[in-house]
């Protein structure tokens, strides 16, 4: 039997019979790497929130009353560290299983939607504790303020190792 297109678009999520228990429950996440560059280092901002001692990006989930990804991302932004972000931009969108798994979240589906935003370096506030870093302290082996950075060679010489057990030089 074939269907209308009335038809079809009347269809609702009820109406579709589950696929054998393959149904995934699914949260979509927001996120973002805020950037600055001081004379002396380029910064990114991160944030301390709930119990646990790690630091993060800014981020949080897409909720009901966020008309679009980029409205939730500048809500939690905003709500988070009292930067008002200008020019953001969608840089990846992450979809692995259990990607996002803490004490006070249940293992599932996540889909997670990266963002960068450039902004002047203004004092962060808000709800989390949101603090400046330097960029160089996550990624040392980018600092070459003084000459090759030390952190490096152990990076070369992993690379050197996985690439020399190719088959083949392709």
Request: hydrophobic share 40%; proline share 6%.
């Amino acid at each position: 039997m074939e269907r209308s297109a009335v038809g079809v678009a009347a269809l609702r999520a009820a109406d579709v019979p589950p696929e054998g228990g393959r149904g995934a429950s699914l949260s979509i996440r927001l996120s973002a790497a805020i950037v600055t560059a001081t004379v002396d280092e380029p910064r990114v901002l991160t944030v301390r929130i709930g119990r646990e001692p790690i630091e993060a990006l800014p981020s949080g989930p897409l909720e009901v009353e966020h008309r679009t990804l980029e409205v939730g991302l500048r809500a939690w932004v905003e709500r988070q560290t009292s930067q008002r972000l200008g020019y953001v931009e969608q840089l990846y969108t992450f979809g692995d299983r259990d990607r996002i798994e803490t004490s006070e979240t249940r293992p599932g589906r996540a889909l997670t939607v990266a963002y960068r935003a450039l902004v002047r370096g203004a004092r962060p506030s808000g709800a989390a504790d949101a603090l400046w870093q330097n960029w160089y302290r996550f990624f040392p082996w980018e600092d070459w303020r003084s000459g090759k950075p030390a952190a490096l060679s152990p990076v070369e010489e992993r690379l050197h190792s996985w690439s020399g057990q190719a088959a083949t030089e392709a």
